[in-house]
């Protein structure tokens, strides 16, 4: 591998040695992933029977993971949408990257789901027995799909960023074939994700039988949070990556125009969520909704992260932050509040897997102590499974940003030259 600098005159090439910190780093990155095989293999032989999941309550940690992978990977149709669809074209300087953190989402979503259904050896059952009124099926169809996007997408940048590729004139021409038709997939992704993103939240949002999450609102808060924290994902890694390698990723200007769009998505999300909980908490009196929120209340801290983790820390603080120019100008607060968002996301996806199971449907004052409330603490293989997916996802966007062009206007800090990483 050599790291070529791109500039007018000729500059020198940088030593082709691993630094001792990358190479704990991916050690580290390995060992992960050891331990979410050794996990997941304990649950493919035993079974679910392993885990702390339940009958009463069949989602947790892992469905958690997966909701929360699928939602920080919308970076990748927002961007890509940005510079194929609306011709934004100075916007691929960043783009790359989120489609190869989107794809990462999504492929870190189905290992989570790969896992979880119990019977892994009918992961394909979906794709010959359509039951369209399902909506968890439209949302499998629509991941697959928008996954096969993401490869098409990404496929050019491995090529381009590969000199021995490159010499390969079949796979140069293709990518130059899928280049040319980027804004038909682009436009097909935007709505294949937007449509699955949504249908997340319908999922939740239509099921009156479950009163605590019956919000018609659900669809477009997936969509909105999904948005915000998928751009912030993007930003969040950019900047680390700039950081460790001594690079500015992106222009300012560019990184500046992101984060004000991120900013202003979570003001929209913030105003939704307030109008749909004062809708069904507040102006109206449902008596099953009003009584979930009160044993949600008693027995777990859900009013605690659904007020400051998901509204005040997940939302509202972040949005200062990337529209309060001095504040945004700050690479540190940046960082800081791309990753308060990306926590909201993930507080909301955990509040909203376990807040309607932790209510049994059998339940009502008269007979709490028959059917007392569905408790739930994840099984170390759980958290082993959990551990390994992010490794996953952790250790190939490391190795995307040494191997791959996910940055072409990629800058060393010290000379102001273009930086290009390309294998040989």
Not at 106 to 134: K, T
Not at 338 to 351: C, F, S, Y
Not at 373 to 386: D, F, K, M, R, S
Request: with cysteine.
């Amino acid at each position: 591998m050599a790291t070529v600098i791109t500039t007018a005159q000729p500059a020198a090439v940088t030593r082709r040695r691993f630094s001792p910190l990358f190479i704990a780093w991916i050690i580290f990155l390995v060992l992960m992933l050891l331990t979410g095989l050794y996990s997941g293999l304990q649950v493919l032989i035993n079974g679910l029977g392993v885990t702390n999941l339940t009958d009463e309550l069949p989602w947790g940690l892992w469905i958690t993971v997966d909701l929360s992978a699928i939602g920080l990977g919308a970076g990748a149709f927002t961007l890509s949408a940005a510079v194929y669809i609306f011709g934004l074209k100075r916007y691929e300087a960043i783009a790359r990257a989120a489609v190869l953190v989107g794809l990462l989402g999504y492929s870190s979503a189905m290992l989570a789901l790969f896992v979880d259904i119990g019977r892994f050896d009918r992961f394909y059952h979906p794709m010959i027995y359509w039951n369209v009124h399902s909506v968890l099926w439209e949302i499998t169809i629509c991941v697959m799909l928008y996954l096969t996007v993401l490869l098409i997408e990404l496929f050019p940048v491995v090529v381009e960023s590969s000199q021995r590729l490159k010499r390969i004139k079949p796979l140069n021409n293709l990518a130059h074939l899928l280049h040319r038709f980027m804004p038909i997939a682009a436009l097909f992704g935007m709505g294949v994700s937007l449509l699955h993103q949504s249908s997340l939240g319908a999922t939740y949002g239509i099921l009156t039988a479950r009163p605590f999450w019956y919000s018609p609102s659900a669809p477009v808060l997936f969509i909105l949070s999904a948005i915000a924290a998928g751009v912030s994902l993007t930003v969040f890694v950019t900047i680390l990556s700039g950081k460790l390698l001594g690079r500015e990723m992106v222009p300012a200007d560019i990184l500046n125009n992101v984060v004000k769009f991120a900013g202003f998505m979570c003001l929209a999300y913030v105003y939704l969520k307030l109008w749909s909980w004062a809708a069904t908490n507040y102006y109206s009196y449902v008596p099953e909704q009003r009584l979930g929120v009160e044993i949600l209340a008693q027995n777990t801290p859900y009013n605690f992260t659904f007020w400051f983790g998901e509204v005040l820390f997940g939302a509202l603080v972040p949005a200062m932050f990337f529209l309060w120019g001095r504040l945004r100008r700050n690479r540190n607060a940046l960082m800081m509040a791309a990753l308060m968002v990306i926590t909201g996301l993930v507080i909301n996806r955990w509040n909203m897997t376990l807040s309607g199971f932790v209510i049994p449907l059998d339940w009502s004052p008269g007979v709490r102590d028959i059917f007392p409330i569905n408790q739930y603490q994840p099984a170390l293989v759980e958290w082993g499974v959990a551990i390994g997916i992010i490794g996953y996802s952790w250790i190939a966007f490391t190795l995307g940003v040494r191997f791959l062009r996910l940055y072409p206007q990629a800058k060393d800090v010290k000379t102001g030259l273009f930086v290009h990483a390309q294998t040989d």
